[in-house]
């Protein structure tokens, strides 16, 4: 029964949106961890809530057009896609990356329906993005491709609404390009984006928000494994948002980060990655994590960045892309002795790759988990910009640690409920998947 359930869940996924395989991948890993759930609850089936979650409540594709400084026209494809208002607002990142398709923002947006309802905070799930690739533009390149990409997007959102914010290729400097569009077309200053700048509406903690959120939420599985971050090996990939703050995170708690990657390649510093010399080659030069051997002759550079697996360590934070970590890798890091993975970045791991983990006794905190604390940060700037107030540092930074233990404990407590104790990627989706479908019962079917 349970079987086939996921199964005639997955034909009809198929079916209806073929090729989209990073889709297909995150409808599969929920249908499979909620399938129990379902049967238990039969007001689940009778509702049909899994099948209505699939098919996002209203999605968006258009045109981009813009003009590069040679003053050449080009076009890019934008997408948003509103995948559940059940809790709150549709809430979710803009990610801007080559390798942008319908496939992969429906895939991020649909995890971030269960993602957002796990912050205890009232979100709703969406994403969307664009394939305009912001690498070795210019900064009037990328204002003009923000400009024209918010003269569309800016009659589908509102700050009660639809809220969108960074992910890859998306941060302050673009945040601040569209705010600025959406504003000049509605003639209102409102909160209808997060990860805004501090003296314009953003939050202090935002931008440290998901790798400070990661390693808090890490930080409960360690406690649970009887040990904490002193001392401990940590490779993170990766050398954006997520990889730079959770690396402070990690070495103010006393851990060694050895190890940062970019698509290009890998770094190794035993003796500690210099994160001053990321933040000014990454945030300030926007160059490349390979030129961090020029300032640390001690340190190694590797082409090709799916080889950082092979650096033996205690935690791994994958806080780059999806599937980054396949079956190989997995076995590497297990062999080399691997105690914990934390997920910063969204599905990293293959399906393989995380029976690896779970059937080599490896502590396994999955993205949905994991990294909420970005957006859950995102929900408390929503609530301050409504106040028209700023809470300090402090005051975000306690809510954040709050409400990872939050999730943490829901995630640990469902996964019991349901006879699958330690396995925390069945805990996060069946916690948040419960959150949103008795939201959905109570409001009909709409
Ligand atoms: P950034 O754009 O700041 O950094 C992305 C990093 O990942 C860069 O180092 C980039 O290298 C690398 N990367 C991106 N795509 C690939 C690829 N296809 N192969 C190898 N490396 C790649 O993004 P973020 O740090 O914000 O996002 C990282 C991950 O975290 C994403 O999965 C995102 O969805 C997730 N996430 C982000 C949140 C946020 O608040 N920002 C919240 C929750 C999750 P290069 O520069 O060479 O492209
Ligand atoms: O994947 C994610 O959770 C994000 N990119 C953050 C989304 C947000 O609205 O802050």
Known sequence: MATQFVESIMEQVVARNPVEKEFHQAVQE????????????????KAKILERLVEPERQIMFRVPWVDDKGNVQVN?????????????????????????????????????????????????????SDFDPKGKSDTEVMSFCQSFMSELFRHIGPDTDVPAGDIGVGGREIGFMFGQY????????????????????????????????????????QDLGTDWKGKTVVSSGSGNVAIYATQKAQELGANVVALSDSGGYIVDPDGIKLDTVKRIKEVERGRIKEYVDAHPGAEYHEGCSDIWTVPC??????????????????????????????????????EAVEVFQGSGVSFGPAKAANAGGVATSALEMC???????????????????????????????????????????GANIAGFVKVADSMIAQGVV
């Open 183 to 222: 504003k000049k077309l509605t003639n209102t200053f409102a909160g209808i984006l997060t990860g805004k700048g501090l003296d314009w509406g953003g939050s202090l903690v935002r931008t440290e928000a998901t790798g400070y959120g990661l390693v808090y939420f890490v930080t409960r599985m360690l």
């Open 314 to 351: 205690d935690i791994a934070l994958p806080n780059a892309t999806q599937n980054e970590i396949d079956k190989a890798s997995a076995e590497i890091l297990v062999k080399n002795g691997v105690k914990a993975v934390g997920e910063g970045a969204n599905m990293p791991s293959t399906p």
């Open 77 to 129: 494809r934008g997408f948003r896609v509103e995948f559940s208002s059940a809790i709150g607002p549709y809430k979710g990142g803009l990610r801007f990356h080559p390798s942008v398709y319908l496939g992969i923002i429906k895939f991020l947006g649909f995890e971030q329906i269960f993602k957002n309802a796990l912050t205890t905070t009232p979100i709703g799930g969406g994403k969307g993005g």
């Open 384 to 426: 301050q910009n409504s106040m028209r107030l700023n809470w300090t540092f402090e005051e975000v930074d306690n809510r954040l640690k709050m409400i990872m233990d939050a999730i943490y404990d829901q995630s640990v407590a469902a996964a019991e409920a349901y006879g699958k104790k330690g396995n925390l990627v069945a």
């Open 30 to 45: 929920v249908a499979e961890s909620v399938q129990d759930v379902i049967d238990k609850n039969p007001q689940y089936a």
